[in-house]
């Protein structure tokens, strides 16, 4: 990916501060063609206090790199870095470590020279058809070799195949034993069940699991006969998301015992990490409390990164936050992965009608979560975003430098709206499904053959109405949703579903995602089945014939699947060197 650099002018933008004052609607909604910058200048937005100003935003995230976690584990990375110069440890007897950075007990460090250059594959040796991992190590042909083992089974003296080929074509293969440890509470005690495999027609590829993404504690991974094959013992809530280079991004405390979860880590997974964001906590808040009081007082765990978080072109992370204020999950902030200070703030109540977010009414813990965003994915194609509002039942998207609105879908009346609102709503074909607070937003094709105009995503249709969603169908049940947008006719069209047949049994009123694989199927997370009894997981064809479904029971509290993804352990793109 090529490091571009974007600069973002504050043009001026929908603050609404009053729903007569079309001007500012105006001057912030747009189609393909952006409003001028004279135009949008000549437009005054009256200032309202419950708005915060950027500079007061960005105050009160404080966001900036630390090092503590990078700091402490100096020592392992020097380790390993002095066995990899080693010449004692050869492929007949090579340096192992298990669980090398204390926090991702099933993946290994394999460290060994050659006489010749050669290039190094290994194999995770499976219990079953298709459950073996294989990767083959970034770096070519070379005499000094780091190998990143991933994929282990926990409780088991697993067999790893390490095989180095040289340039003339002849392999030599050693065949290394390790032994791993219980899955410790949180995970064992998620079990897993699987039905309707088949594995020749999943998108498992020779080393892609499932990640379950959880929305507390720790998250693991899954191969196709439901055995956990990998899972941190840094606590994550909410955001994991796949990085350039083959890393991860992972929500997490810097102290386990904290309730505040406002440690972003770059890391890898062998547990290794690479650069660790700091956020106040003051901003956090929690999902619980605007469910019941219940939940609120059951759980007091709140974190900053609420739902989402997306890496942008110039590697910087666009991330959905709370601004600090009454009002919670309607504030987005891009931060420079080189200084770790917010270098962009889009605060939703500027973008939106006034009306939205002053009438809605307060929730258990007396913030008012009128926009609940918990999606944001980054158009490559021209250079928008698009969002996920549950709480207003709509889906938009924005150009991301000038933040102007160039579509917004919803089940909100088009004659509620602001007149200068109006042009941007996209016009739903017949059968088109009206979401209710859905979840996750996945473009379809980005960067390759749509154009700006055209163009496909896919989403998790919760059901639920929450304040404009279908009102006939919600509650019934849940479903995976793909979407054509044509923005030059500014329509919108159903292509296709999954979930519907499945009834009341999977529906969720909260929590989901829905995300396409490579050979188009779907992998779909029912994450709050049971009213959160279960999380089910299933991977369907384009033709709704599944494949692959898993059921997550008796998951400690609050420990549900807030997303799954179908990853590789790991890319080609991730390469480990403790030289570095």
Same mark, same amino acid.
């Given at each position: 990916?090529?490091?571009?650099?974007?600069?973002?002018?504050?043009?001026?933008?929908?603050?609404?501060?009053?729903?007569?004052?079309?001007?500012?609607?105006?001057?912030?909604?747009?189609?393909?063609?952006?409003?001028?910058?004279?135009?949008?200048?000549?437009?005054?937005?009256?200032?309202?206090?419950?708005?915060?100003?950027?500079?007061?935003?960005?105050?009160?995230?404080?966001?900036?790199?630390?090092?503590?976690?990078?700091?402490?584990?100096?020592?392992?990375?020097?380790?390993?870095?002095?066995?990899?110069?080693?010449?004692?440890? #050869?492929?007949? $007897?090579?340096?192992?470590?298990?669980?090398?950075?204390?926090?991702?007990?099933?993946?290994?460090?394999?460290?060994?020279?050659?006489?010749?250059?050669?290039?190094?594959?290994?194999?995770?040796?499976?219990?079953?058809?298709?459950?073996?991992?294989? $990767?083959?190590?970034?770096?070519?042909?070379?005499?000094?070799?780091?190998?990143?083992?991933?994929?282990?089974?926990?409780?088991?003296?697993?067999?790893?195949?390490?095989?180095?080929?040289?340039?003339?074509?002849?392999?030599?293969?050693?065949?290394?034993?390790?032994?791993?440890?219980?899955?410790?509470?949180?995970?064992?005690?998620?079990?897993?069940?699987?039905?309707?495999?088949?594995?020749?027609?999943?998108?498992?590829?020779?080393?892609?699991?499932?990640?379950?993404?959880?929305?507390?504690?720790?998250?693991?991974?899954?191969?196709?006969?439901?055995?956990?094959?990998?899972?941190?013992?840094?606590?994550?809530?909410? #955001?994991?998301?796949?990085?350039?280079?083959?890393?991860?991004?992972?929500?997490?405390?810097?102290?386990?015992?904290?309730?505040?979860?406002?440690?972003?880590?770059?890391?890898?997974?062998?547990?290794?990490?690479?650069?660790?964001?700091?956020?106040?906590?003051?901003?956090?808040?929690?999902?619980?409390?605007?469910?019941?009081?219940?939940?609120?007082?059951?759980?007091?765990?709140?974190?900053?990164?609420?739902?989402?978080?997306?890496?942008?072109?110039?590697?910087?992370?666009?991330?959905?936050?709370?601004?600090?204020?009454?009002?919670?999950?309607?504030?987005?902030?891009?931060?420079?992965?080189?200084?770790?200070?917010?270098?962009?703030?889009?605060?939703?109540?500027?973008?939106?009608?006034?009306?939205?977010?002053?009438?809605?009414?307060?929730?258990?813990?007396?913030?008012?979560?009128?926009?609940?965003?918990?999606?944001?994915?980054?158009?490559?194609?021209?250079?928008?975003?698009?969002?996920?509002?549950?709480?207003?039942?709509?889906?938009?998207?924005?150009?991301?430098?000038?933040?102007?609105?160039?579509?917004?879908?919803?089940?909100?009346?088009?004659?509620?709206?602001?007149?200068?609102?109006?042009?941007?709503?996209?016009?739903?074909?017949?059968?088109?499904?009206?979401?209710?607070?859905?979840?996750?937003?996945?473009?379809?094709? $980005?960067?390759?053959?749509?154009?700006?105009?055209?163009?496909?995503?896919?989403?998790?249709?919760?059901?639920?109405?929450?304040?404009?969603?279908?009102?006939?169908?919600?509650?019934?049940?849940?479903?995976?949703?793909?979407?054509?947008?044509?923005?030059?006719?500014?329509?919108?069209?159903?292509?296709?579903?999954?979930?519907?047949?499945?009834?009341?049994?999977?529906?969720?009123?909260?929590?989901?995602?829905?995300?396409?694989?490579?050979?188009?199927?779907?992998?779909?997370?029912?994450?709050?089945?049971?009213?959160?009894?279960?999380?089910?997981?299933?991977?369907?064809?384009?033709?709704?014939?599944?494949?692959?479904?898993?059921?997550?029971?008796?998951?400690?509290?609050?420990?549900?699947?807030?997303?799954?993804?179908?990853?590789?352990?790991?890319?080609?793109?991730?390469?480990?060197?403790?030289?570095?």
């Amino acid at each position: 990916m090529a490091h571009l650099q974007f600069k973002h002018p504050r043009m001026v933008t929908l603050a609404i501060a009053s729903l007569a004052v079309l001007t500012v609607g105006l001057a912030g909604c747009s189609s393909s063609k952006s409003s001028s910058s004279s135009s949008a200048a000549s437009y005054k937005i009256k200032t309202n206090k419950s708005v915060l100003t950027d500079a007061q935003i960005k105050k009160n995230l404080d966001t900036k790199i630390i090092t503590t976690r990078q700091d402490s584990q100096k020592s392992l990375t020097a380790t390993y870095k002095a066995a990899a110069q080693n010449s004692k440890y #050869t492929l007949d $007897n090579p340096y192992v470590k298990v669980n090398p950075y204390k926090t991702s007990p099933l993946s290994a460090l394999v460290t060994f020279k050659t006489s010749d250059a050669e290039k190094v594959s290994y194999t995770v040796v499976g219990k079953s058809d298709k459950t073996s991992i294989t $990767n083959t190590v970034k770096g070519g042909y070379t005499t000094t070799h780091q190998v990143p083992v991933v994929g282990l089974y926990a409780d088991t003296n697993n067999t790893v195949k390490i095989t180095a080929t040289n340039k003339d074509g002849k392999t030599t293969t050693k065949t290394l034993k390790m032994q791993t440890g219980k899955l410790p509470t949180y995970v064992a005690n998620a079990t897993i069940t699987t039905k309707n495999v088949d594995k020749s027609k999943m998108e498992i590829g020779k080393n892609k699991l499932t990640i379950m993404n959880r929305t507390t504690k720790q998250p693991f991974a899954i191969d196709a006969d439901g055995a956990v094959r990998w899972y941190s013992t840094n606590y994550s809530q909410h #955001t994991i998301e796949q990085w350039s280079g083959g890393r991860i991004m992972m929500l997490s405390k810097k102290d386990v015992n904290s309730d505040v979860y406002n440690d972003l880590i770059e890391t890898d997974y062998l547990g290794r990490v690479y650069k660790e964001y700091s956020f106040a906590a003051n901003t956090s808040s929690s999902d619980a409390a605007s469910i019941s009081k219940a939940a609120a007082k059951a759980n007091s765990e709140t974190t900053v990164i609420h739902h989402d978080l997306v890496e942008l072109p110039n590697h910087n992370f666009l991330a959905t936050v709370s601004d600090g204020s009454k009002y919670k999950e309607d504030t987005m902030v891009e931060v420079s992965h080189k200084t770790g200070k917010i270098v962009k703030v889009i605060d939703m109540k500027k973008l939106l009608p006034k009306s939205m977010w002053t009438k809605y009414a307060k929730g258990a813990d007396g913030k008012i979560d009128w926009l609940h965003q918990n999606a944001v994915d980054y158009d490559k194609n021209d250079k928008s975003i698009v969002i996920s509002s549950r709480n207003q039942d709509m889906i938009m998207k924005l150009d991301y430098k000038t933040d102007h609105i160039k579509w917004i879908y919803s089940g909100k009346k088009a004659s509620t709206w602001p007149k200068a609102y109006r042009p941007y709503l996209l016009k739903p074909a017949k059968g088109t499904v009206v979401t209710g607070g859905q979840h996750g937003i996945y473009l379809l094709n $980005n960067g390759g053959k749509n154009s700006a105009n055209s163009e496909d995503f896919l989403l998790y249709d919760n059901n639920i109405a929450v304040t404009n969603g279908n009102k006939k169908t919600s509650g019934k049940y849940s479903q995976a949703v793909q979407y054509h947008v044509n923005a030059k006719d500014m329509t919108i069209k159903t292509t296709w579903s999954y979930g519907k047949s499945l009834g009341k049994d999977n529906f969720t009123y909260v929590i989901g995602y829905a995300e396409r694989q490579a050979n188009g199927n779907t992998l779909i997370d029912f994450g709050y089945k049971h009213n959160g009894a279960q999380s089910n997981v299933i991977e369907v064809t384009k033709s709704g014939k599944q494949v692959f479904n898993a059921t997550m029971k008796s998951a400690a509290d609050k420990a549900y699947a807030y997303r799954a993804y179908r990853v590789p352990f790991y890319s080609a793109d991730y390469q480990f060197d403790a030289t570095k």
